[in-house]
């Protein structure tokens, strides 16, 4: 049986991916259109046969990341897995996005509250209202199972969770552009041991 190929990354593909990396390196707006063509090797002219401006770059980037990771969240809730197992599968899927997406996850993190003034970026205050749901839900779940502690104020352990994952985006490197640090699955593991285990003995 032949393995499934993947296919070749557009070009389109290919100056978002240059933007997202600029994006989240320099900032959103201290990066111009010319930095991007410069970066990609073409006049800042042609960039214009593919975007209309870098607003529509980053819109796309974020939209399609959101697209992605929340209907992994969706996937989760609608499980017939235990409380726990979610709870475990949803640090273990951020983990992976901080992973195979750092740039669009670092954009998000460090640029939403300024794209949240523009009206075509209302929807990321959506997604966090989402974000937070998903995330409210589950240690719900996980209180009424028995899971976790039912004196519990969900809203703190919801903040708690939320700010200890994802700004690991912040220090996180492949383990392999290091030469041998931890994966993303040993990183999920040891989250999910303390998140759900506590630290003491």
Known sequence: MSAVSTPEPTRRDQLLAIAAQLFAEKGFKNTTVRDIADAAGILSGSLYHHFDSKESMVDEILSTFQAELFGDYDEILASN????????????????????HPHEVAIYQNEADYLGTFERFGYLADRNTQSRQVWVTLIEEGVRAGVLRPDLDVTLTYRFIRDTVWVAVRWYRPAQSRGGGHTHTEVADQYVRILLDGISS
């Open 81 to 100: 897995e235990d409380a726990r197992t979610k709870l475990e599968r949803a640090v273990r899927v951020s983990f992976e996005a901080i992973d195979q």
